[in-house]
């Protein structure tokens, strides 16, 4: 196995330990400190994968499949974990967990006819602005510039979640016609 497939299941694995020290009580008062450690640990290491697989030809059918799906659960755990502590609207979190759903069936569809999508500007701003949206919700600090922050940066990520769907739906279209 080579070193970003590895980095890929470090991601996986961080997972229920950022949940852990975001939600559980115990915690309380440093919890979220921890969970913010693993969560920019865990978002470094999806940077650091793709770029060692590239530039040292180290792309795997492994790494094509969990990459992106060590991404939107890193994702949406944390989305889910900020609709139950109040710093998230649930309408928000549906609306990105449902281009994930969508763009995971295109994908699904295109690889049937393969057909490889690969990931668009649009999709690489997405999730970073999800990430830095997560971050700063997570922070959580009583300044109301920081507050403003992250009400810009939720609706930021919102406007691409959306703008990056329309995009993959545009440019793969054909993926979902009748093939014969």
């Known amino acids: 196995m080579n070193l970003p497939n590895k980095l890929t299941i470090l991601r996986v694995i961080l997972i229920p330990f950022f949940v852990v020290f975001l939600m559980a009580p115990y915690f ?10 693993i969560f920019i640990v865990a978002s470094l290491t999806d940077m650091l994968d793709g770029k060692i697989a590239r530039k040292y030809n180290l792309v795997t059918n492994f790494g094509k499949f969990m990459d992106p799906l060590a991404d939107k659960l890193l994702v949406c755990s944390a989305l889910i974990c900020l609709i139950e502590s109040g710093k998230l609207a649930a309408w928000i ?7 994930e759903f969508i ?11 393969g057909v490889v999508i690969a990931a ?9 602005s999800q990430m830095l949206m997560v971050i700063v919700l997570i922070l959580d600090l009583p300044h109301p510039a920081f507050r403003m922050l992250g009400t ?7 406007i691409l979640t959306v703008v990056s769907l329309m ?3 545009v440019k793969n279209k054909d993926v979902l016609k009748e093939q014969k």
């Open 120 to 128: 668009s500007y649009w999709g690489k701003f997405k999730t970073v």
């Open 167 to 169: 995009d993959y739906i």
């Open 152 to 158: 810009v940066l939720t609706y930021l990520a919102l």
């Open 28 to 37: 309380e008062g440093y919890g979220n400190y921890i969970a913010l450690a």
């Open 103 to 113: 763009i995971s069936g295109f994908r699904l569809v295109a690889s049937d006819n």
């Open 93 to 99: 979190v549906i609306v990105i967990i449902a281009r």
